[in-house]
């Protein structure tokens, strides 16, 4: 399940099902932007985070996100990540994040091998079955699926994302079972983006899944939307650490 903690007096949210330190940020809590007037927030709550993991600013590592299905080990001296919407951490000493405004974020935890993941999902890295390939290379790194839990955090959801049919039918194809994941509505179809990674999941042999029930669009006030925000750059992140 989900629900709200705090950091340094500043709202963000959990998952119960993910045991390592994760959180996912919001409005107030933002560290992604390129808007100008957002800056000086972004740098105040990014000290807050690594004083809160107790990590340098340059333990922090974001990729740079291209809507690929493009997946990456995080190692240790190393910042840049291009092309890259998967994020593996394997060690305690950095923490991840990734970005999102609408997209969906999948966060992962194996609890017995003590390493996770952060995913970037929107309708290209779901149609490229970017989380059972990050699942996939984390199962090669040693990780079983049924050690494996998953927090699908907060994205737009099926009550407000409708997509053309190219799109409808590249997300078809991409799990056995396509049902209850579409609907259409006054001439337009709408899909649930997180439910799709789910599934996908779910066929892929992973069970431990818990999904944010939260709409970025619907509850803008608490989440940045892309598409309600007139293509904002800023972001809401999922954040993942393993260290104490």
């Known amino acids: 399940m ?13 998952s119960d099902m993910i045991e390592a330190n994760h959180f996912f940020t919001t409005r107030e809590t933002i560290i992604k932007t390129k808007e100008k ?10 000290k807050s985070v690594c004083k809160y993991f107790h990590i340098s600013k340059e333990n922090l590592i974001s990729p740079q996100q291209t809507h690929t299905s493009n997946i990456e080990i995080c190692k240790i001296d190393k910042s840049d990540y291009p092309d890259t919407d998967g994020l593996i951490l394997t060690n305690p000493n950095q923490a991840i994040f990734l970005n999102f405004a609408d997209c969906t974020p999948v ?16 309708w290209r890295g779901t149609a490229g079955r970017i989380a059972p390939k990050t699942a996939q290379k984390m199962i090669e790194l040693g990780s079983k ?3 494996i839990a ?3 955090g907060a994205a737009i959801s099926m009550c407000c994302y409708n997509v053309g ?3 409808l039918e590249k997300l078809k194809a991409t799990v056995n079972d396509f049902s209850g994941l579409s609907e259409f509505r006054n001439g337009e179809t709408f ?26 669009s619907c509850n803008n006030d608490l989440f940045f939307s ?7 750059t800023n972001r809401h992140s999922a954040v993942l650490f393993l260290g104490k």
């Open 191 to 216: 899909v649930n983006l997180k439910e799709i990674n789910a599934r996908q999941l779910q066929e892929f042999g992973i069970k431990n899944i818990d999904i944010c029930p939260y709409c970025t």
């Open 2 to 14: 989900f629900y709200f903690d705090e950091i340094n007096g500043k709202k963000v949210m959990k």
């Open 150 to 152: 998953v927090a699908i």
């Open 107 to 122: 966060l992962f935890y194996d609890k017995v091998l003590k390493i996770g993941a952060v995913s970037h999902a929107g």
């Open 145 to 147: 699926p049924e050690n």
């Open 37 to 46: 007037n957002f800056e000086p927030l972004v740098e105040e709550n990014k």
């Open 165 to 167: 049919e190219e799109v």
């Open 226 to 232: 892309y598409r309600k925000e007139n293509a904002t």
